[in-house]
């Protein structure tokens, strides 16, 4: 089906930048949702941010003005430039998309929704 891969997460001091990418394979037809979720240890995974296909984007309050999503619908691939870092902002980030993809033949297409492996992001203090 759809494949997603994340890259870009590491270790960096607080203050600075990252820029994590989102690259979604398979035989897409549309993504309608790209988002990005992050997991700390020992709590539950939470939302980070949202982009539709249109363009209309929503945040977590914590990240406003601090990160933000883009998508390429060309490239299938989204973006989180994270801005501002806080050791608070330190989890395992996931992205999330959410379709159409082409089913084998090429005559029909059904939704999916996958994740990707995820990322981790550091931020020491």
């Known amino acids: 089906q759809v494949q997603l891969v994340e890259s870009g997460g590491g270790l960096v001091q607080a203050g600075g930048s990252l820029r994590l990418s989102c690259a979604a394979s398979?035989?897409?037809?549309?993504?309608?949702?790209m988002g990005w979720y992050r997991q700390a240890p020992g709590k539950q995974r939470e939302l980070v941010a949202t982009?539709?296909?249109?363009?209309?984007?929503n945040y977590a309050d914590s990240v406003k003005e601090r990160f933000t999503i883009s998508m390429d619908n060309a490239k299938n691939t989204g973006y989180l430039q994270m801005n501002s870092l806080k050791p608070e902002d330190t989890a395992v980030y996931y992205c999330?998309?959410?379709?159409?993809?082409?089913?084998?033949?090429?005559?029909?297409?059904?939704?999916?929704?996958?994740w990707g492996q995820g990322t981790q992001v550091t931020v020491s203090s």
């Open positions: 999330n998309a959410v379709g159409r993809y082409w089913t084998s033949g090429g005559y029909s297409r059904r939704d999916f929704g996958s």
């Open positions: 398979g035989t897409i037809s549309t993504i309608n949702t």
């Open positions: 982009i539709t296909s249109g363009g209309s984007t």
